[in-house]
């Protein structure tokens, strides 16, 4: 007996990405899902974008990482309210677990919760969380060759954010090809150059991602 | 290896389904995997025969298609195939284009055997 089926194999967490996303609109509340590879610089971004906008925005953290409490502490240590997400091996944050960090959170004294998801440019890409806007994090010494072996996430990202461009003089870093590659992938996302350590650059990213957020507040 | 829980979902679509129809037995269960996600097709084989065991869908085939990629110019309206690499038009060379096609992760449908019904009370 053939029996039709015709869903999406990822039916399940597709409804709660979008339960969670009807919790934080309700709740006025922006999420940003941040992807990179490890050592990409997620955390020290995330601080830098807080410092941008803590002083206009509310802003919360969802940490997740395979093991560790590594970064929700280092968030906490700069008086930001962090979960931490300990996926157990899992490559990838899913819908659920989002979902029970909310739990965890003040969501209606809120207006921007920062998701870190786990350092990985692949798995990530097929999950989708209920965010607001979904940014890659690369760095100049990662190479400028990563959009060609990663092309899912770069084609299905809201931004990229060039990160470390203060070390592009010692790092043999094709800016132009990376643009083009980018390109070719997503003719949407602009490509933000910065240094979350030194902060050049932080600042138009913050106000890229400040402009999302009123856009998306309801009227 | 995100394909397990891939994988996982399949399986427990193929479950509860075939609790709900009465199956005794999971045949052939097809999947869609696009071009452009990141889903390797070995990978979820490899995650069938180790998830399927002890389960309804022991023995089952999972039969995967992958669709190739087309995308539709949002500048010039030209539909062109592509590569995962590049998703510019081919025709005006802009970059703002949309996906068509490439981009599913889905359960198409499966094959089972179910119950003969002549034992039911009131026939024969």
Known sequence: MEIDLSRPILDHNDRLAAANR???????????????????????????????????????VIEGDIASTVDADKVKAHGIPAVQINTGGACHLEAD????????????????VIIENVGNLVCPTEFDLGQGARVVVLSVPEGSDKPLKYPGIFAQTDAV?????DTMHVFDFDEAEFTDSVRRLNGHAPIFRMSAKTGEGVAEWAEWL???IKAAKPR | MHEFG??????????????????TKVNKVRVTVGELTEVVPDSLQFAWE??????IAEGAVLEVTQTPARSVCTECSTEFAHDRFDRRCTSCGSFMTSVLAGDELRIDDMDVDVAEADEEPGEG
Do not use: H, W
């Open chain 1, 22 to 60: 009807a919790r934080l609109e309700t709740a006025g509340v922006f999420a940003l899902d941040v992807l990179a590879s490890p050592g990409a610089g997620k955390t020290t971004t995330i601080l830098a974008t807080i410092a941008a906008l803590r002083d206009s925005l509310r802003i919360a």
């Open chain 1, 97 to 112: 677990m989002v979902r029970r960090a909310y739990d965890a959170l003040p969501l209606d004294s809120l207006d921007l």
């Open chain 1, 161 to 165: 954010l060039l990160n470390k461009v």
């Open chain 1, 210 to 212: 400040a402009e999302r």
């Open chain 2, 6 to 23: 891939i994988t996982q979902e399949i399986l427990t679509a193929v479950v509860n389904t075939s609790a709900r129809v009465g199956a």
């Open chain 2, 50 to 55: 180790a998830l399927t065991p002890c389960t």
